[in-house]
């Protein structure tokens, strides 16, 4: 067979410190021939030099300090082949401190090798593994129970901790392939049967390797890509403009009704695009990918597109709030209402730990914290029992996740997210946590919460969806007017003057050749809201809420228009700006400007720009338009 | 999916986040087969073009032939690029054929300071231009924040512990002890001000898996790759006085697998005609923390 049709598999070796993980590996690359030539001897040579016991771990521990101190410190890669395919076996570092190691080389796996030492028995990252492994979505796993020599193969040793493993296992739903007693220092049942157990009649380690399934790309799942970039080169006349990404799962045709959340656009596959190869009309699961659509519609990265027809069936949520089962790799520790960035997908959020719902010890599956109790509250919950410190050098905390810990928690990003839930599609519902410059955590969502936001979200993904349009584009008329349509919302206390201000401002615009437009908010009180007028009373929040939900309808058909739309409010708070940021998910970001009048902000708003000099309406709408200017809003 | 299906859509992913991560990001390009396989890549990645520099170190020992064939393909393939040199060690003779330093110190101050310094924008970076066809000094000295680099796992022990996205620090350190968890297609992209990142989509490529897809997809690499009929090929490119012929009659892709595969290659190392590997044990590993290609 030709080789490079041949399929391969990516194998983690994983296990407690010390039990023999690379010496598995490195007999089994010496025992089928992989070894380039002389480097068995080239090590042999160096151990004698050194005056170093030979390991057949050195083939693997190739870094100073692995050697030195006869341990893994980062994952290697090795490379060997049988008749039925070609392997990739990753050596993971059994050590509790190399733990984002481990993960590291067993997330690129698609089976695992677990070994426990006979000698020692199951050992705290013996589990703590397992649980990983599980986490991490890796099912196919075979345990080696290795240094069989060191307790003379003998058979009632190795079943005692194969049944103690199996209930472990069973406890976090992982069913093995096997069970293999080995002696990798030996090459006992590696790549040949071992003469000194006739007792075991299971297969070797290589024959085990060989009888995985191959891993299958789920093509049958419904159609995720996350678009990973937009491309529109303009070198030697291309233009095209390509949505590029990896597809996740499913397959998509030309032709196809796609949509793209979390902005619920919609548009059709006009054509498959691939450079240096035969036309293809779809592509599927697996594959670094892209597509031209028919409609000039503005997407950019971070989307998650799907096929329409598919979300009768399973849709993506759109959501800020989650349930989430995360594990904690930071040197600090995970704290509530801490701001932490998310990936997921090719989507990047600012997200903060709400709440804890529990932490587990991955080891021991013992839950640390407080049982069902509200732990809210911060680090001082109180009650909270004395947890037992982790690892040594690490500060530990109460009422946070805590370093190697794995928790049950709910997160709140900032904007909302498009994802899928793991019980039905967990590779879009895989996401790191991201502190300050570094991968701290990683987790799967299991389940959607919702936010207060989630039934006005649904009316505008309905909307966007079914939203008809012209010939004209935004980008047309913003070509055409010299601006970009925005909504300026000047807010203040109130003393300040804002109405005075704003309209200054329309006749500065519209003084220069402008379509700016000031809209009363009477205006829309009076006609729009004429059923639930009496809003301002604050027991009467639906009202409220409903009452700047229309607004920003009526603004956002204004936005369509290409005009720069003035509004004014007085006392905005936050919540009220989350709210028109969720009817307005709009082409572009950064079309909502708020301006905050007066010397200081009276409530929870994060205004762009404080103008408090006010006194003068005419410099107030200069600075306004300075500000236009310096935003790249308004241009020529 | 195949098995080089699946190599090539993981670099293409790889390659384009770092077009989406960096804003200065480059492509070092050493005329091997390797680098010349990611160039390819690239092209696949965006349909075509390449929207970024490809910086070339010039240690003034590469075989003639190198050079021709890099300057043919950059007109042809409209690349921008550019090169760099230690023009002073060249200057003061500070070389292993001027015999005054060893291979080691040779790669060092020919390699490893001039990527150094041309990354940084310290030393001079000369940019083709495409309407004369000729090198010009280029005016552009911002630091390069990402690096996309060609390495493969299989190369060399230390390489194997790489990861995709790679970071090093100040003075172009790897912390090896240290590296950054990757899991899922998520990689370091955030990094701080002064630091930068190699990025590496070839990892998981064997050499035997990169002839593969060059015989695939018809990637042009040098000639010297073959037997010219005196019963010699070169099986990795460098600088001429280190990097010598092997004895081989492969004389087009097929013979160069077939070799691979079952032939006298099957199991002999690539590297195992570059000289300055023998010099020193664990002399690599120091090197490739320096930033040694
Ligand atoms: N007697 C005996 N010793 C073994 C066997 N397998 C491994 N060892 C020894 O156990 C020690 C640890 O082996 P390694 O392969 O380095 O262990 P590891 O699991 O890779 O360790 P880390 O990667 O550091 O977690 C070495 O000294 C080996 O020689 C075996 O089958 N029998
Ligand atoms: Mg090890």
């Known amino acids: ?636 | 999916m195949n098995h080089l299906d699946k190599l090539e859509s993981k670099s293409i992913h790889i390659i384009r986040e770092s077009y989406n991560q960096f804003k200065n990001l480059c492509m070092l390009w050493s005329i091997g087969k390797d680098s010349t396989v990611l160039l390819c890549l690239a092209r696949k990645a965006f349909f075509g073009h390449v929207p970024f520099p490809l910086v070339h170190i010039d240690t003034h020992y590469k075989i003639p032939e190198m050079i021709t064939y890099r300057d043919n393909l950059a007109r042809e393939y409209k690349l921008d690029l550019i090169y760099g040199e230690n023009a002073e060690a060249l200057k003061n003779k500070q070389t292993f054929p001027d015999k005054n330093v060893n291979r080691i110190e040779c790669c060092r101050l020919l390699k490893t300071e001039a990527l150094r310094n041309t990354l940084s924008g310290e030393w001079t970076r000369y940019r083709m231009n495409h309407d004369t066809g000729k090198y010009e000094v280029s005016k552009d000295k911002e630091a390069y924040t990402g690096v996309i680099v060609g390495v493969r796992a299989d190369e060399e022990g230390s390489r194997s512990k790489e990861r995709y996205f790679s970071p090093r620090d100040k003075n172009n350190d790897w912390d090896v002890g240290d590296q950054p968890p990757e899991f899922w297609g998520q990689y370091k992209t955030d990094f701080a001000p002064g630091t930068h990142l190699r990025i590496h989509p070839l990892l998981d490529w064997t050499e035997l898996d990169i002839w593969e897809y060059i015989r695939r997809e018809d990637v042009p690499v040098v000639p010297l790759y073959f037997d010219d009929g005196t019963g010699s090929r070169y099986r990795s490119l460098g600088c001429y006085p280190c990097t010598s012929p092997v004895e081989s009659t492969a004389k087009n892709f097929d013979d160069i697998i077939e070799e691979l595969k079952s032939g006298k290659f099957a199991n002999i190392a690539e590297r195992s005609g570059r000289e300055q590997d023998k010099e020193d044990g664990g002399g690599l590993e120091e090197l490739r923390k320096d930033g040694y290609m």
């Open chain 1, 1 to 636: 067979m030709n080789n490079s049709e041949q399929n391969d598999l990516n194998i983690v070796i994983v296990g407690h410190v010390d039990h023999g993980k690379s010496t598995v590996i490195g007999r089994l690359l010496a025992d089928t021939d992989s070894l380039p030539l002389g480097k068995l001897e080239q090590i042999k040579e160096m151990c004698r030099r050194n005056s170093k016991p030979f390991e057949y771990a050195f083939l693997l521990d190739a870094l100073k300090d692995e050697r030195s101190q006869g341990i893994t410190i980062d994952t290697a890669r090795s490379f060997f082949k049988t008749e039925k395919r070609r392997y990739i076996i990753i050596d993971a570092p059994g050590h509790i401190e190399f733990l984002k190691n481990m993960i590291t080389g067993a997330s690129r796996a698609e089976a695992a090798l677990l070994v426990i030492d006979a000698n020692e028995g199951i050992q705290e990252n013996s589990r703590r593994h397992g649980y990983m492994l599980s986490m991490l979505g890796i099912s196919q796993i075979a345990v080696l129970v290795n240094k069989m020599d060191l307790i003379n193969y003998n058979k009632k040793i190795y079943n005692n901790i194969v049944n103690e493993y199996s209930q472990f296992l069973r406890k976090i739903n992982i069913n093995p392939m096997a069970f293999i007693p080995v002696s990798a220092m030996r090459g006992d049942n590696i790549a040949s049967k071992s003469k000194n157990m006739t007792w075991f009649d299971g297969m070797t380690v290589l024959e085990t390797l060989d009888n995985f399934n191959d891993a299958k790309q789920p093509d049958d799942l419904p159609f995720r890509m996350s678009v990973q970039d937009v491309y529109k080169f303009t070198a030697a006349n291309d233009d095209r403009r390509i949505i590029a990404g990896t597809v996740d799962s499913g397959i998509l045709r030309v032709n196809d009704e796609i949509i793209f959340y979390p902005s619920g656009k919609k548009t059709t596959v006009k054509s498959i695009e691939e450079f240096n190869a035969a036309p293809k009309n779809y592509i599927s699961s697996g594959y670094a990918s892209g597509f031209t659509v028919t409609e000039q519609i503005y997407i950019k990265r971070g989307e998650l597109c799907v096929k329409s027809v598919e979300t009768e069936k399973i849709k993506p949520f759109v959501s800020t709030t989650f349930k989430a089962s995360l594990f904690w790799l930071g040197k600090e520790p995970m704290d509530l209402n801490k701001i932490y960035s998310l990936k997921i997908g090719s989507s990047k959020v600012d997200v903060k730990l709400k709440k804890i719902i529990k932490v587990i010890n991955a080891s021991s599956l013992d839950e640390i914290q407080t049982n069902g109790r509200n732990l809210f509250v911060g680090r001082d919950a109180p009650g909270a029992p004395q947890i037992p410190v982790g690892v040594a050098d690490t500060p530990f905390q109460k009422g946070a996740i805590n370093r190697h810990e794995v928790a049950e928690c709910i997160l709140e990003t900032e904007r909302p997210i498009a994802f899928d839930t793991a019980d039905i599609m967990p590779l879009t519902s895989r996401f790191v946590i991201v502190d300050r410059y570094e991968i701290s955590g990683g987790g799967i969502i299991t389940e959607n919460i919702g936010d207060e936001y989630s039934e006005i979200r649904e009316k505008v993904l309905l909307r966007n969806f079914k939203w008809e349009r012209g010939n004209i584009t935004p980008a047309m008329r913003a070509e055409r007017f010299c601006q970009k349509a925005c909504m300026l919302i000047i807010t203040g206390n109130q003393d300040a003057d804002k109405k005075i201000i704003a309209k200054t401002l329309e006749q500065d615009l519209f003084n220069e050749g402008r379509i700016a437009y000031y809209l009363g908010i009477g205006n829309v009180l009076y006609g729009v809201d004429s059923d639930i007028k009496n809003i301002y009373s604050n027991a009467q929040r639906e009202n409220r809420e409903e009452h700047i939900r229309r607004l920003s309808e009526v603004a956002n058909i204004l936005l369509e228009t290409g005009a720069i739309l003035i509004v004014t409010a007085t006392m905005l708070t936050q919540d009220d700006m989350d709210l028109i940021k969720t009817v307005l998910t709009r082409e572009s970001e950064g079309d909502i400007i708020t301006y905050w009048i007066g010397k200081n902000i009276d409530t929870d708003i994060k205004a762009d720009i404080i103008i408090s000099d006010f006194e003068d309406s005419d410099r107030a709408s200069l600075m306004i338009k300075k500000d236009l200017q310096d935003r790249n809003i308004i241009y020529n």
